[in-house]
């Protein structure tokens, strides 16, 4: 089953060597153009594909460990809520929607009794465990990135039905798509078990990129134009990872920051080849950094008011998460805002309020 994701050689790219032509060919015009592709529509729906960081309650519908709808996860969500979603509060999907103006909630779409407006204005396919590489899902029995696009082409027909084909293929074509994962295939797949020591840290990286860029053509071939695909974010700092590697002093496993190094600057490439280019022609793909803002507010929690970023929120915060982040066995700290860190893997709500402030002042929305 190893490889689905096979290489894919593809020729440079003519159209940025023609707009290099182009702007060197008008040294005179006065003034600056504007930029080729503004986004000045508004965005009709939000679409999440991914992990636990956008997985805002689809493991719920599947039966699997990695969950979460349980106290004392939600417990600052409206009406204390545990909804799946990983983390005290809102995630990710919740914060751009709503910062979109789109909307303050984003649903799951397994599991949900789906209204027509949240059909019209996007849901969450991304299921918490999964990675890019087909097998890091496997292994804790949880939507493949494959599963989660059989998913949205199911949404599709459902949106159809809603909208009719013509404006339904326009909320397609001209919504935002999020897609965020490849943290479990480095920390959990690579470095924590034996399922791929058959392949060195470079040659996993480059096949977890080459499933990255073949789940990017399908959801472009799915119809999807405008997709943020993040990066890793620095995984030997992660809570979970300084426990397991980190040593007596939980110290940040540089070996794994470096893996998340060197994946990120492969996926950054691989996007930049497929931006735009004619075999994905009319596409706008941006690399979303993870790393460089959550490593500035892990190394400098003052500058951010936070009290603790070297462990999680719930319990001892060395090792709940999931499952044993629960009521019975986990109190969680007094005040998360003080935490980046809720669990061992997942930021708070207000981590990620932070994070996200960062990355739509450095890329817009
Ligand atoms: C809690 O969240 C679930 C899943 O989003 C939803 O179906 C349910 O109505 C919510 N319950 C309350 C009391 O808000
Ligand atoms: C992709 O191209 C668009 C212009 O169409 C540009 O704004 C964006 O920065 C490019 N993305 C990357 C990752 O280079």
Same mark, same amino acid.
């Not at 789940?215 to 030997?236: D, M, S, T, V």
């Given at each position: ?10 020729? !440079? ?83 751009? !929607? ?17 209204? @027509?407006? @949240? ?50 293929? @326009? ?18 797949? *690579? ?7 058959? *392949? ?23 119809? !999807? ?81 936070? @009290? ?21 066995? !986990? ?35």
């Amino acid at each position: 089953m190893v490889s689905k994701c096979t290489l894919l050689v593809m020729t !440079a790219t003519v159209v940025i060597l023609h707009r290099t032509l182009c702007v060197a060919a008008s040294p005179a015009t006065p003034v600056a153009a504007p930029p080729a592709t503004k986004q000045t529509t508004r965005t009709p729906a939000l679409f999440l594909f991914g992990d636990s960081i956008v997985d805002t309650g689809n493991n719920n519908g599947i039966i699997t460990t990695i969950r979460c709808n349980f106290a004392p996860y939600g417990q600052d969500f409206p009406g204390h809520n545990a909804t799946g979603r990983f983390s005290n509060g809102k995630v990710p999907g919740d914060i751009v !929607a709503s910062r979109l103006g789109i909307k303050e909630y984003v649903p799951a779409y397994l599991g949900t009794e789906l209204s @027509d407006f @949240d059909l019209l204005t996007g849901v969450s396919f991304a299921s918490g465990g999964c990675g890019f590489d087909p097998l890091t899902a496997e292994l804790v029995s949880v939507l493949t990135m494959d599963n989660q696009l059989d998913l949205f082409k199911e949404y599709k027909e459902k949106l159809k039905r809603v909208a009719g084909a013509h404006r339904a293929a @326009d909320i397609v074509s001209t919504s935002l798509y999020m897609v965020i994962t490849g943290t479990d295939d480095l920390a959990n797949t *690579y470095f924590t078990t034996p399922f791929r020591r058959d *392949y060195d840290l470079e040659s996993y990286i480059e096949f977890v990129v080459q499933c990255a860029s073949d789940f990017i053509k399908k959801l472009y071939g799915q119809g !999807a134009r405008r997709i943020n695909i993040a990066g890793a974010p620095p995984i030997g700092c992660v809570p979970s990872q300084r426990t397991n590697a980190g040593g007596l002093e939980r110290e940040c496993v540089s070996l794994y920051n470096q893996a998340s190094v060197v994946y990120n600057a492969a996926l950054e490439k691989e996007i930049k080849r497929l931006n735009g280019s004619e075999a994905l022609p009319g596409s706008v793909l941006k690399y979303i950094d993870l790393y460089t803002p959550l490593i500035d507010m892990i190394q400098r929690p003052d500058a951010y008011g936070f @009290d603790v970023t070297n462990r999680g929120c719930c319990g001892t915060g060395v090792f709940e998460v999931t499952l044993t982040c629960n009521r019975y066995t !986990a109190e969680p700290c007094g005040d998360p805002s003080k935490f980046l860190f809720w669990d061992t893997y997942h930021l708070t709500e207000r981590g990620y309020n932070l994070l996200l402030e960062q990355i739509i002042n450095r890329y817009g929305m």
